[in-house]
């Protein structure tokens, strides 16, 4: 008989009345406002409150490594070079109506988290900075790398970063641990136009 596996979660995240857990490749998420509670009630008749299993994994495995709530959607980053988004349907999110679909493709660092920002989100690769626009949005790609025009500038890893919504700023220190090396990236907008971006 098969037994039941267990595996590490690596990323978990409050969504939509929902509790979000990622473990390699699956989503999974709690019934609707009730936090610890992962079960159907009745599998022959699945309704809208019904917790969410999902994988995100199809030509290619691409385990999860962060779940970040962002305008009407989750963004799920991965180790595998793509970004997804956690769609619904007429505003929910349930088993009825719920769509995981792969909207980009970069490369994404494992040791730090998307940012949100400006009300932009940001993500961080191994010598870069990405902007990620969402798919409603974007006009052609999804992402965009910030730092292409200073190439190699940005470390291979980070330690921490922080944002100060105050100073539109970005803060990442690099390294494996904590250095004296602080990276800053300024995003200044007016309205929904970009007006500084260094």
């Known amino acids: 008989k098969d037994k039941a596996k267990q595996t590490s979660i690596k990323a978990i995240s409050y969504y939509r ?10 989503l999974v998420s709690s019934r609707l406002g009730d936090f610890d509670n992962f079960f159907l009630d009745d599998p022959a008749n699945i309704t809208f409150r019904d917790p969410l299993d999902l994988k995100v994994s199809s030509n290619v495995y691409t385990p999860i490594t962060f779940l970040q709530p962002f305008k009407d959607f989750l963004f799920l980053g991965t180790s595998g070079d793509t970004q997804y988004e956690l769609m619904g349907s007429e505003n929910q999110i349930s088993p009825l109506t719920a769509e995981i679909a792969p909207t980009s493709f970069f490369p994404m660092t494992e040791d730090m988290s998307p940012l949100v920002m400006n009300n932009n989100l940001f993500f961080f690769a191994k010598n870069r900075l990405y902007i990620y626009f969402p798919s409603f949005e974007a006009t052609g790609q999804q992402a965009f790398e910030l730092s292409q025009h ?47 971006n260094a």
């Open 17 to 26: 009345d929902r509790l979000f857990l990622a473990s390699e490749d699956t």
């Open 150 to 196: 200073v190439p190699e500038y940005l470390p291979d890893n980070y330690w921490t970063s922080t944002v100060s919504t105050s100073h539109n700023m970005i803060f990442a220190v690099a390294g494996s641990s904590p250095s004296n090396t602080i990276f800053c990236y300024k995003n200044q907008t007016a309205g929904d136009q970009i007006i500084q």
